[in-house]
């Protein structure tokens, strides 16, 4: 069985008519969380001390003071905040530090947190890509300064790169940043030879329209024989559902089955080394039909 965090405040940030990152994409998501067993669980909301282990708190304070009364204040061409934006972030942080704490202390060894808004764009002291705080950053950061783990994986399976998580941990030798990504495609970066100040990231670009069996065959012979040689104590993801085929924003043409088959990968790898703990986070997604069933995929392999 696996543990959902969520919250009644990611709804309140609400995002600018026709903004891809909306409050409608909660609800598909809940729609694919239906007939799952899951252990529900409230989304905490974390200090800003808790955002401080990844950005510096002149940025987080910067973040705080730009929230509006009302309407909308803009962080960057795509990044808008609203009244409850801040809430939100703070509740996804704390979502994703919770469940990292539960599955360390044994309440289950699986976990996935249904958060808004995303967090893998956002760079130290820069809010980017719909993203305000580096979400599942902190949250390995937690886990390795906090718990004390040693080694910890991220693999971010999103069809953006993890620009902002690669840039958080550039210089954490403990963990490992795994990432498959569309290249050429927004935010540009994410080349294999970005590699980290350790050797500790590894990216895996993948061309527009290369489909599933190309991603299983990168998954296969690049990003799962290096997640075995890291042998990490916790795997956490990044979940963005964007690389559907129907998604608007990409086009790597994945089907629900492949998030479902890639979920399974993972999990296997860390029944053999992580004792099976797992802790999900939303990323991107923004077909809501697409986000509904590629969520039923791979919450139903956690879940399992």
Partial sequence: MAQLFTSPAFEGHVTPPGHPERVDRLRAVEAGLQGLTLIRTEAPLAPLDEVTRCHPRAYADRVAAAVPAEGWAQLSGDTYLSPGSLTAALHAVGGACAAVDAVLGGADTTAFVACRPPGHH???????????????????????DHHGLSRVAIVDFDVHHGNGTQDLLWDEPRCLFASSHQMPLYPGTGSP????????????????????????????????????????????????????????????????????????????????????????????????????????????????
């Fill in 122 to 144: 956002a760079e130290t002291a820069t809010a980017m890509g719909f993203c305000l705080f580096g979400t599942v950053a902190i949250a390995a950061k937690r886990a390795l």
């Fill in 193 to 304: 030879r970005e590699v980290g100040a350790h050797g500790q990231i590894e990216n895996a670009p993948l061309p527009e329209g290369s489909g599933g069996a190309r991603m299983r065959q990168v998954y296969d012979t690049v990003i799962f024989p290096r997640l075995v040689a890291w042998q990490p104590e916790l795997i956490l993801i990044s979940a963005g559902f964007d690389a559907h085929a129907d998604d608007p924003l990409a086009g790597v043409e994945w089907q629900a089955d492949d998030y479902a088959w890639l979920t399974r990968r993972i999990c296997d790898i860390a029944a053999d080394c992580a004792g099976g703990r797992v802790v999900s986070c939303l990323e991107g997604g923004y077909d809501l039909g697409a986000l509904t069933e590629s969520v039923a995929a791979h919450v139903g392999v956690l879940a399992s």
